[in-house]
Every structure is written in C-alpha cells, then in structure tokens.
C-alpha cells in the first residue's frame, strides 16, 4: 500500500469514497460514479492526475511533489446549483484560513490566491439526464508543496510549503478540507452560503479587467446572489458579468 492511499484511508474512514493512485481526471471518475448512484457528498481522490482540467479548456498541473485532488459529488436541486462554486471557495478559503495561510485572497469567481499567486483552483462540472438535473461535480486541486515544472505556471503557482514555515501533511489537509465540506454543505441552497461567500470575496472595490465574452475594465461593484459580479464600466454602465476571468489593476 502506498503512503498516499494509507493516508486518505486513515482520514476518509466512514466515508463514501473511492481513491486511485494515477488517473487522468477525478472528474470523469466522480462523473461514472455519479451516474452509478453515488451517494451526496461522495469523493474520488487522485495521488495524480495525467490530465487534471481547469475551467474553459485549461490544464491543471500536479504541484511537484504533493497535492491534493479531489471532486466532491453532489444530488442537489436546479436552485441551488449556482451556489456550487460558491461552497468550493469556501471550503478552500476556511481550509486555508484554518492553517493560518497569510495573505489569503478569494478573487472572483472562485481563485485562491496567497498574495497574487494561485495555490487553489476549483471547478464545477453539471450532469444531466435530457433537462433534469442529475448531479454537480465539485473539483479541487490544492497545491501543498511546490517544485512547479511546468513553465506557465513557475511564475503564478505558489503552495502551502511556500507560505507556511511548517507546511502540514498531505493527511492533515485533506482532513481539514473534509472538515471544512461537512461544515459548509448543509448550507447549500441558503442564504447563509452566498453571504459567507461574498464576506470572503476580495475583489469588490477593486478596479478589474474583465476577460468574459467581453474585454472591458471598470470597478467591480458588487455581486449578485446567483454568483455573477456586477463591474460599473468606464463608461458609467453597471455591467454583470456571469463567467469568465477578472485580472486585478492598481487604482
Ligand atoms: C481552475 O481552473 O483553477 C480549476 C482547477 C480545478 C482542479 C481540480 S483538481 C481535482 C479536479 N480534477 C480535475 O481534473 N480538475 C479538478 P482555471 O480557473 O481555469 O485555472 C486554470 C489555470 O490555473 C491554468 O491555465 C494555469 O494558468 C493555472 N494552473 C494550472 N495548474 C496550476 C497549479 N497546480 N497551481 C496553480 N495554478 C495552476
């Protein structure tokens, strides 16, 4: 038995899971186990994954030596999917916070950065069956120590060993962020969710550059409820921006 595999069964006992060594995405497996019946809150953890996936199109890289990757399988209703990233930025941002990761930053829609380097990234994927809703997948990749090899990320990658003088076990963040899912998931579809995310946001009073279908820079003013964030454009338009990337400028 590998030390990966030891550790995800001393902190996931009594929990649904499965675990796979080397895999190319535990999006696809959470996605065959989702279709198979997988209970609500359900995780399929990777030691690596060969073709770990951001949003729009994006690779995710494996952190050199260690990180986690996990998805989180979700039975939810059509209403409270929105909130989905939402419960991802948290359960990332309160595992950070809970490990006393200086310099934390939640940036819309959904980045962990320390300072202005990424250490976290999630994503949401939806299954359906025709119109009905069968299930959402909640990806998270956490960066534990670095060693980053692949050169677009050397510069914007940063991980917990980075920023910790003591970095913790690949067992202790796994527990913490588990800790964290059971913490947040009953607020899935509440009010209290996209207030506790909103709380966190840093992005709100900043002047952003807007990467959606349009290019555009303004003030990111607030958000909506369902998650989108509303920029006042240079022009003077308030613009609500659903998906897509904001880059932060100095004012
Ligand atoms: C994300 O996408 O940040 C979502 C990443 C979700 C990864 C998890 S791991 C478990 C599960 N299984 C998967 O296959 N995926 C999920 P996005 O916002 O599109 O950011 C992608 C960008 O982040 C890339 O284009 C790189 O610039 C950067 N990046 C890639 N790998 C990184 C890493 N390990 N650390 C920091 N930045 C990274």
Same mark, same amino acid.
């Given at each position: 038995?590998?030390?990966?595999?030891?550790?995800?069964?001393?902190?996931?006992?009594?929990?649904?899971?499965?675990?796979?060594?080397?895999?190319?995405?535990?999006m696809d497996?959470a996605?065959?186990?989702?279709?198979?019946?997988?209970?609500?809150?359900?995780i399929?953890?990777?030691?690596?994954?060969?073709a770990?996936?951001?949003?729009?199109?994006?690779?995710?890289?494996?952190a050199?030596?260690?990180?986690?990757a996990?998805?989180?399988?979700?039975?939810?209703?059509?209403?409270?999917?929105?909130?989905?990233p939402?419960?991802?930025?948290?359960?990332?941002?309160?595992?950070?916070?809970?490990?006393?990761?200086?310099?934390?930053?939640l940036?819309?829609?959904?980045?962990?950065?320390?300072?202005?380097?990424?250490? =976290? &990234?999630? *994503?949401?994927?939806? #299954?359906? +069956? %025709?119109?009905?809703? /069968?299930g959402?997948?909640?990806?998270?990749?956490l960066?534990?120590?670095?060693?980053?090899?692949?050169?677009?990320?050397?510069?914007?990658?940063?991980?917990?060993?980075?920023?910790?003088?003591?970095?913790?076990d690949?067992?202790?963040v796994?527990?913490?962020?588990?800790?964290?899912l059971?913490?947040?998931?009953?607020?899935l579809?509440?009010?209290?969710?996209?207030?506790?995310?909103?709380g966190?946001?840093?992005?709100?009073?900043?002047?952003?550059?807007?990467?959606s279908?349009?290019?555009?820079?303004?003030?990111?003013?607030?958000?909506?409820? =369902? &998650?989108? *964030?509303?920029?006042? #454009?240079? +022009? %003077?338009?308030?613009? /609500?921006?659903l998906?897509?990337?904001?880059?932060?400028?100095?004012?």
């Amino acid at each position: 038995m590998t030390p990966a595999r030891l550790l995800v069964e001393e902190r996931l006992a009594g929990r649904s899971y499965r675990f796979f060594e080397t895999i190319p995405s535990t999006m696809d497996a959470a996605r065959e186990w989702l279709a198979d019946e997988a209970p609500n809150g359900a995780i399929v953890i990777a030691g690596t994954q060969t073709a770990g996936r951001g949003r729009l199109g994006r690779q995710w890289h494996n952190a050199g030596r260690s990180a986690l990757a996990l998805s989180v399988i979700l039975t939810l209703s059509a209403e409270a999917l929105h909130q989905v990233p939402m419960l991802g930025g948290l359960v990332v941002y309160d595992t950070l916070h809970h490990l006393k990761v200086p310099g934390l930053v939640l940036k819309w829609p959904n980045d962990i950065l320390v300072g202005t380097r990424k250490i =976290s &990234g999630v *994503l949401v994927e939806t #299954a359906w +069956d %025709g119109s009905r809703l /069968t299930g959402a997948i909640l990806g998270i990749g956490l960066n534990i120590s670095g060693g980053f090899n692949s050169p677009d990320i050397v510069e914007t990658a940063i991980s917990l060993a980075d920023v910790l003088e003591t970095a913790p076990d690949y067992g202790a963040v796994l527990s913490t962020l588990v800790g964290r899912l059971d913490d947040w998931l009953p607020a899935l579809g509440t009010p209290q969710m996209y207030h506790a995310w909103r709380g966190r946001l840093n992005t709100i009073g900043l002047r952003v550059r807007v990467e959606s279908s349009a290019v555009f820079e303004g003030i990111a003013e607030d958000t909506t409820e =369902s &998650g989108a *964030l509303l920029v006042r #454009a240079d +022009d %003077g338009q308030l613009r /609500t921006v659903l998906a897509g990337d904001v880059r932060l400028r100095s004012v």
